[in-house]
């Protein structure tokens, strides 16, 4: 964690440590001082205590969830301001501070309908907003300065306070007439901030329902109970035990939905990471707008994708946007998503509450320019091996192709001409024996072996470029004969299914020519098996000895020969070689393609 990060939670921890205690400090001193007789029952006074508590540890919630700073400081600014009534007992006797303690008492229920107001951005955010929140400031305002000015121990009920330094004149009808009036507003504005957000909940789409899902009923509760105790306050009646209950309930509440309904916010947010898991590979389109309609809770959405070639918006079956899709009165909002370099990618029509959240919109724009992004790369990908696989079989092929030339021009030219040659030495050597020069015969006949060995070596190369044996005959006769030139003993079974295309035949034929090599030069074995077979449109290969083992498919020209060979045409190798127990070598090597004669 960095140290500046560790200097604000050790400030907010020690803020809130110490507004907790001022809290418990006055509830407890009200309760103690207070008679017996005038005390509230314990379970109220305990209950009474703990909405501070629950404020605090919301505010220390909402310093680590909140978009703003705004509401952990309200929520502070609650547990300041949350006094009880008991403890002018305590502070009556401080002529200069009960007056202003009694001027803010009631500074908790302002604080705590702007934390609603603000819910869930944190930050009032439109005119109506700042009305409500204009007007219960100004009306505190008023309370605060007819308190100070005109209020005496006998106006505010308290008997055991010392005389209103403040005070200018003596005035109760007036200090009567605002300070109902002051209750009285606060009601009705916490009543028109409850119906505002229960009639847009009721009203408002699924998205919306979402985001403000426990705080309308909460401040309903509590604005119900707020106005009825103002009322009971007014007519100089004793408000229900029941009612006040119910209000304390109901008020701490209020910063538990707040934090619940901005977590619920941030986890939206989060299920965008779900929502790039599922499209990073370049999901298709129809899933797209499916995945995230599911992502925003809102059935609504719609993506209207850029059609270069039309130049206009169309969705995933192709119906372009309509003018009401785009109309910023309506009850949507369109999010443009366009590349870094500002090519236009979609628009995506979602429910206008979501633009509340543009760090929840930023995260779905970025996961549409990384899906299409990665859509993008994938085909290119895709493309450029499919040009490298066909530009390797063009290569193998042609390849081949040069193999068969040479042994043709090897056959029918070079050979050919050597074993005419050889033919007229040997007439020559003979003709020299008949007319009786010997010397002349014996040397022929050594050029003629000489001869004979570079005709045996010229036909060895040719078979080595690319054996007349595998072009006639197919696997079935040609892997046989390579078995036999190996020096290790090789059992061989060949499962003839017709002949194979041509670059197959070659592959298999040198990939086993390679590995028996192998087999011979590395194993150390004694014995070796070869068995070739069609299965599943797949021609597979076994090449397996009874060796010392330890080979791998990283170390060798050999194999890696074998592996480029293989690779060419698609197929795959596996490799079984534990030290000691023999190598076994699997080659499979798709077909693509019906059999020669088929």
């Known amino acids: 964690m960095a140290p500046g990060r560790k200097g604000r939670i050790a400030r907010r921890t020690a803020v809130i440590t110490v507004v907790v205690a001022l809290s418990l400090t006055m509830e407890i001193a009200g309760f103690l001082a ?40 309200l929520m502070i600014a609650f547990v300041v301001l949350w006094i009880p009534q008991s403890i002018y007992f305590v502070i009556g006797a401080w002529a200069w501070v009960w007056p202003l303690v009694r001027g803010v008492d009631l500074g908790w229920a302002v604080v705590a309908g702007i934390l609603v107001l603000v819910y869930p951005k944190g930050l009032l955010s439109d005119g109506f907003d700042r009305w409500i929140a204009g007007i219960a400031i100004v009306a505190s305002v008023v309370n605060l300065l007819t308190v100070l000015l005109f209020a005496s121990p006998d106006v505010v009920d308290c008997a055991s306070c010392a005389p209103n330094p403040y005070q200018l004149a003596d005035a109760p009808l007036l200090f009567g007439i605002v300070d109902i009036g002051y209750r009285m507003i606060g009601g009705l504005l916490a009543l028109a901030i409850a119906g505002r957000l229960l009639v847009r909940w009721v009203r408002a789409s699924v998205p919306a329902r979402t985001v403000a899902f426990l705080m309308p009923l909460a401040l309903f509760a509590w604005a119900t109970t707020l106005a009825a105790q103002a009322v009971t306050y007014a007519v100089a009646t004793t408000s229900d035990v029941v009612l006040q209950t119910v209000s304390l309930i109901a008020m701490a509440s209020i910063p538990v939905s707040f934090d619940a309904g901005v977590a619920h916010t941030r986890n939206m947010r989060a299920r965008v990471a779900d929502l790039m898991r599922i ?36 969705d995933a079956t192709g119906t372009p946007i309509e003018a009401s899709d785009a109309d910023p009165r309506g009850s ?96 020559a050597a003979n003709q020299a024996r008949d007319r009786g020069v010997e010397p002349v015969g014996v040397e022929l006949d050594g050029t003629i072996g000489m001869l004979n060995q570079a005709l045996k070596e010229l036909r060895e190369l040719a078979h080595g470029i690319h054996p007349s044996l595998l072009s006639s005959g ?50 150390g074995a004694t014995r070796a098996w070869v068995r070739a077979r069609v299965f599943d449109h797949e021609l597979q290969l076994v090449v397996r000895d ?43 090597i798709p077909l693509g393609g019906p059999l020669r004669g088929e």
């Open 332 to 427: 949507h909002s369109i999010l443009p998503v366009a590349s870094p370099l500002g090519a236009p990618i979609a628009l995506i029509r979602h429910d206008r509450v979501l633009t509340d959240n543009m760090r929840l919109l930023d995260g779905v724009s970025s996961a549409l320019r990384l899906s299409v992004d990665n859509g993008r790369l994938r085909s290119e990908v895709e493309r450029t091996l499919e040009q490298v696989r066909q530009s390797r079989t063009r290569i193998v092929e042609a390849g081949l192709e040069a193999r068969r030339r040479i042994e043709r021009d090897l056959h029918d030219g070079a050979q050919q001409h050597l074993v005419s040659l050889g033919m007229r030495l040997r007439l």
């Open 546 to 588: 009874n060796g010392t083992g330890g080979a791998s498919l990283d170390r060798g020209t050999g194999m890696l020969g074998i592996v480029d060979r293989v690779d060419a045409v698609g197929g795959t190798i596996e490799l079984e070689s534990p030290p000691g127990a023999g190598t076994t070598l699997t080659i499979r």
């Open 34 to 73: 207070t008679p017996a007789a005038e005390r509230d029952e314990v379970s109220y006074t305990t209950l009474h205590a703990i909405v501070p508590l629950v404020f605090a540890a919301c505010a220390g919630v909402a310093w680590a969830i909140s978009p703003t700073r705004v509401p952990p400081r």
């Open 279 to 314: 499209t990073r590979e370049g999901a298709d389109r129809g899933l797209w707008a499916e995945s995230l309609a599911r992502t925003l809770r809102d059935a609504s959405v719609r993506v209207y994708w850029w059609d270069e070639e039309r130049g206009r918006y169309a």
């Open 474 to 523: 197919g696997l079935a006769l040609a892997v046989p004969e390579l078995a036999g030139r190996c020096p290790v003993p090789v059992s061989v079974e060949v499962q003839a299914e017709g002949r194979l295309p041509e670059v197959i035949e070659s592959t298999a034929y040198f990939a086993l020519a390679e590995a028996l090599a192998n087999v011979a030069k590395h194993s």
